[in-house]
């Protein structure tokens, strides 16, 4: 049994900042890869930023310069730190996780998601 738990959720103001944490636990062999989405009110869920073990990552042209993700191998943890934010960036926000839970099985696992609500 593989859980993803995010957490660092809340209001914040435009232009302020925010750091969202996501933790795997379970049965987990290893995780090639951790990314977090956003899905806004009345929108498609849309991939935010994305981390590939061995440090490769990718970010949505939106948020390039103002959000970093990283990830912590040995507790399982990816961070999605967020700059300058925007109040059309009120979303839910979720990670999710490919994880190998045993050799050459991967599952993608989504966690439920946190609220972020930009607005003054």
């Known amino acids: 049994q593989v859980q993803l738990v995010e957490s660092g959720g809340g209001l914040v103001q435009p232009g302020g900042f925010l750091r969202l944490s996501c933790a795997a636990s379970g049965s987990i062999f290893s995780i090639p890869v951790m990314a977090w989405y956003r899905q806004a009110p009345g929108k498609q869920r849309e991939l935010v930023a994305q981390?590939?073990?061995?440090?490769?990552?990718n970010y949505a042209d939106s948020v390039k310069g103002r959000f970093t993700i990283s990830r912590d191998n040995d507790k399982n943890t990816v961070y999605l730190q967020m700059n300058k934010r925007k109040p059309e960036e009120t979303a839910v926000y979720c990670c999710?996780?490919?994880?190998?839970?045993?050799?050459?099985?991967?599952?993608?696992?989504w966690g439920p998601g946190t609220q972020v609500t930009v607005s003054s």
């Open positions: 999710s996780a490919d994880i190998t839970v045993v050799a050459s099985t991967t599952f993608r696992f």
């Open positions: 981390s590939i073990r061995g440090g490769m990552t």
